[in-house]
């Protein structure tokens, strides 16, 4: 797991809606896209499929509390 003492990230709904939208434009790769984000390439994917299934229309598109 994570280092010893290093808080867990959290990510806003509207953070998440916007990397998924940067990374559909494909202006960049995907994993250029996630670099300049300071995310992990396997999660700006992952929350990309959440959109594609359609479970990104509602309001818990991205379940959790995240903050801004």
């Known amino acids: 797991m994570g280092k010893k003492g290093q ?3 959290v990510f806003t709904m509207e953070f998440k809606k916007e990397a998924v939208t940067l990374a559909e434009k494909r202006e ?3 994993s250029q896209i996630a ?3 300071g995310l992990n390439e ?3 994917r992952k ?3 959440i959109m594609k299934n359609g479970e ?6 991205f379940p959790g ?3 801004p």
């Open 7 to 9: 808080k867990r990230r």
């Open 28 to 30: 960049k790769p995907i």
């Open 35 to 37: 670099k300049d984000l």
């Open 42 to 44: 396997n999660l700006l």
């Open 47 to 49: 929350w990309m499929e």
């Open 56 to 61: 990104g229309n509602g309001i818990n598109a």
């Open 65 to 67: 509390r995240g903050r």
